[in-house]
């Protein structure tokens, strides 16, 4: 279906109406392709967020969500970010880039953001600290390294939703984490586990290729 006719307006509610009709989670999953090239149709905000808030729901250790998202659509700002990506084509092309940001060190300083509210009292003093003293022998590499860790769930979660809702997504880790920092103003401490280009898809990805399951999965 050409778009090319229609008011904008218009086609961001249709957009909406057909967010309604979203894969289930094997379909998703068997779908699902990098896509690499978008149609220039912009990603309405309203789905965007709809689609971030699920995949925030993402499990992390300790519940502390040290994820941290940038989502990039200025055009300047991809530009720069695809030159930090080694000049893949993507990271400029699509419409929407998430910057996936892993920081700890914001999460540990906002234990009770993440802390549970049933959890109360000397409780959850015990808790703060017992999270406190799980990091405190860790340097700021290993830290680094397991809040990108944690982070791979979420991004795990939102390639699938990506996928239900209808957007093509390629998740990336051939960028240089220090320029990618110094464009958007990130700490020096965290980690960027990916960059996820995302858009109506223009193409249909290569088609998959797998290890077959009794190649990776043993039965004791
Ligand atoms: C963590 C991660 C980093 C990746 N980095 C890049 C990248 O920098 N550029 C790229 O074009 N594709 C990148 N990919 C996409 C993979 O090449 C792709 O997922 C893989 O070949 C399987 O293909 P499929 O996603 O179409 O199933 C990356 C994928 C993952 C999960």
Same mark, same amino acid.
């Given at each position: 279906m050409a778009f090319t006719n229609f008011p904008p307006a218009l086609? $961001? *509610? %249709?957009?909406?109406?057909?967010?309604?009709?979203?894969?289930?989670?094997?379909?998703? #999953?068997?779908?699902?392709? +990098? *896509?690499?090239?978008?149609?220039? #149709?912009?990603?309405?905000?309203?789905?965007?967020?709809? *689609?971030?808030?699920?995949?925030?729901?993402?499990? +992390?250790? %300790? $519940?502390?969500?040290?994820?941290? *998202?940038?989502?990039?659509?200025?055009? #300047?700002?991809?530009?720069?970010?695809?030159? !930090? #990506?080694f000049g893949q084509a993507q990271v400029e092309e699509a419409p929407v880039v998430l910057v996936l940001c892993a920081d @700890?060190?914001?999460?540990?300083?906002? @234990?009770?953001e993440v802390i549970h509210p049933g959890v109360q009292g000397e409780k959850r003093e015990a808790q703060k600290q017992a999270i406190q003293r799980a990091?405190? !022998?860790?340097?700021?590499?290993?830290? !680094? +390294?397991?809040?990108?860790?944690? +982070?791979y769930i979420l991004l795990g979660y939102l390639l699938l939703l990506l996928e239900a809702y209808g957007l093509g997504s390629v998740p990336m880790l051939g960028f240089d984490p220090e320029r990618v920092k110094a464009i958007l103003g990130l700490p020096s401490h965290a980690a960027i586990p990916a960059l996820v280009a995302l858009g109506y898809p223009a193409e249909e990805g290569y088609p998959s290729h797998r290890l077959p399951l009794d190649r990776v999965v043993s039965w004791r």
């Amino acid at each position: 279906m050409a778009f090319t006719n229609f008011p904008p307006a218009l086609l $961001n *509610i %249709w957009r909406g109406m057909e967010a309604t009709h979203l894969l289930d989670a094997k379909t998703a #999953a068997l779908r699902r392709r +990098s *896509i690499r090239r978008y149609r220039k #149709a912009p990603v309405p905000e309203g789905l965007l967020k709809e *689609i971030l808030e699920a995949a925030l729901r993402a499990p +992390s250790a %300790w $519940n502390l969500q040290p994820w941290r *998202i940038v989502v990039v659509r200025d055009p #300047a700002t991809k530009r720069a970010l695809r030159e !930090a #990506a080694f000049g893949q084509a993507q990271v400029e092309e699509a419409p929407v880039v998430l910057v996936l940001c892993a920081d @700890l060190e914001d999460a540990l300083n906002h @234990l009770d953001e993440v802390i549970h509210p049933g959890v109360q009292g000397e409780k959850r003093e015990a808790q703060k600290q017992a999270i406190q003293r799980a990091f405190a !022998a860790m340097g700021q590499e290993e830290r !680094a +390294s397991w809040a990108a860790g944690q +982070s791979y769930i979420l991004l795990g979660y939102l390639l699938l939703l990506l996928e239900a809702y209808g957007l093509g997504s390629v998740p990336m880790l051939g960028f240089d984490p220090e320029r990618v920092k110094a464009i958007l103003g990130l700490p020096s401490h965290a980690a960027i586990p990916a960059l996820v280009a995302l858009g109506y898809p223009a193409e249909e990805g290569y088609p998959s290729h797998r290890l077959p399951l009794d190649r990776v999965v043993s039965w004791r």
